[in-house]
């Protein structure tokens, strides 16, 4: 017999305070995007350096460490792995601030990386033991709102931070007078997450639940957890289920991440200012996003009520097929403001997807492996939205084009070409998803 759950105003508390982890992480993960043209202008850097900056440098560690990380999650206190992580990518994302060439700022960005590592495959898995199957997923959908609701913030307060600096004629503070505005926007966003790992020590660490019974009733061997091998084996069996997941997870990064340049093509396009065009973005994001969140996450949760085992994934398939053209067509808008009416859409429809992909890895993934395979999972579409996102769209611009004023028509390539693969893989793996849902129903009872 399973201990109760936890009392439900305690377990939303601790996803309301993840949340806030995921907010804080996203907003010192992406506000790199923001700074692009003046780090470029102080540092001497070109388009592809700046993706390196914004992928690989942090991408690194953080999809190699996922891996090793869940391994200890499935094992040890998740809530301290946490709280380690947040303290070192706050203080790493302030670094940033002090860097003053590209070798720096690469370094100051990998340890963002590492410490950002620790949050999603430990977090997945708290959440998950806090509730009851059918509210779980509602749960792991408004946790990914983070995620969005952190990406507007960043540029919203990152907009704001580079006005404020700006228009004060730089800020008489020991050390941060004698840096640029863009450097002060690092130490300013970096520092608030150390409270956030503060609050976190109020967190108790849940039971454990879901075990997929691999003997008798009485073997106790099911409960403990299993190792890497295991996961990958169970993966491998479920391979058309978790393989089209992964691709379309892997859409939706290579996108989002290509994303990164929108304040970039805003004004070198329409000749907005980095600033301007970053409080828009962020106004889009900080809104739609968390608005596709909530439908996408709310959609799948009924649909499972009504008895649809693959709910997450057939939504999934939905919001994502309808979010791509509205990506492509951003890109060619005639005007800033028809681009940004545009981007609205196309923002609520990835948010969407990203929320019920999570969902439907979780909902399918048995208890002693979850973390393993939530890092597995982040390790592919971290790979891919990372290194592919920011870096394809710089690849094209400088090489193919060669041209800064052509990005947006680099963007619009990645998003036509990556969305079509996507969604193609998602609709032709449904049944197989399916299958797998109605057999890890019957593992919780």
């Known amino acids: 017999m399973q201990a109760p759950y936890p009392r439900t105003a305690y377990a939303w508390y601790v996803v309301a305070l993840l949340i806030v982890g995921y907010v804080v992480a996203f907003i010192d993960r992406g506000i790199l995007a923001l700074l692009i043209e003046p780090i470029k202008a102080d540092l001497a850097l070109n388009d592809t350096q700046m993706s390196w900056l914004m992928g690989p440098a942090f991408g690194i560690f953080y999809v190699t460490l996922g891996i090793p990380i869940g391994m200890l999650a499935d094992r040890y206190s998740r809530r301290n792995i946490i709280i380690v992580g947040i303290v070192l990518w706050s203080l790493a994302t302030a670094a940033c601030g002090l860097a003053d060439g590209f070798a720096e700022l690469f370094a100051a960005r990998v340890m963002v990386g590492v410490g950002e590592a620790t949050l999603a495959p430990a977090a997945l898995s708290i959440i998950s033991d806090y509730f009851p199957r059918d509210r779980a997923l509602r749960a792991v959908g408004l946790f990914n709102m983070g995620q969005s609701v952190g990406a507007g913030l960043a540029f919203l307060l990152g907009g704001q931070v580079i006005l404020w600096v700006t228009a004060s004629d730089g800020i008489d503070w020991p050390v941060l007078s004698a840096l640029a505005p863009w450097q002060v926007t690092f130490v300013l966003v970096g520092l608030p997450g150390l409270l956030v790992a503060l609050l976190l020590r109020t967190v108790q660490e849940p039971v454990r639940r879901g075990y997929l019974q691999v003997g008798s009733p009485a073997d106790s061997t099911a409960m403990q957890p299993q190792g890497l091998r295991a996961a990958l084996a169970f993966m491998r069996q479920h391979g058309r289920a978790f393989g089209a997941l992964m691709a379309g997870n892997a859409t939706i990064t290579i996108i989002g991440y290509s994303f990164f340049w929108i304040p970039s093509m805003y004004a070198r396009t329409w000749n907005m200012e980095p600033a ?170």
């Open 276 to 445: 301007a065009a970053g409080i828009w973005y962020g106004i889009v994001l900080a809104t739609m996003g968390p608005m596709g969140v909530i439908v996408g996450s709310q959609w799948s949760s009924r649909r499972y009520a009504r008895g649809e085992s693959d709910a997450p994934f057939s939504v999934l398939v939905i919001v994502l097929g309808t979010a791509i053209p509205f990506c492509v067509a951003m890109a060619m808008a005639p005007s800033a403001a028809i681009s940004i009416a545009l981007l609205a859409p196309a923002m609520f429809g990835l948010a969407a997807g990203s929320a019920t992909s999570t969902a439907a890895v979780i909902h399918v993934a048995p208890a002693q492996f979850r973390s393993k395979i939530s890092a597995i999972h982040l390790l592919v579409i971290s790979l891919a939205g990372l290194f592919l996102g920011p870096t394809s769209v710089a690849l094209l611009t400088d090489k193919l084009f060669a041209d800064p004023a052509a990005l947006r028509w680099s963007m619009l390539i990645v998003a036509a070409v990556v969305g079509s693969l996507g969604v193609g893989l998602l609709a032709s793996s449904r049944q197989a998803y399916r299958k797998l849902a109605v057999e890890a129903d019957t593992w919780h009872g």
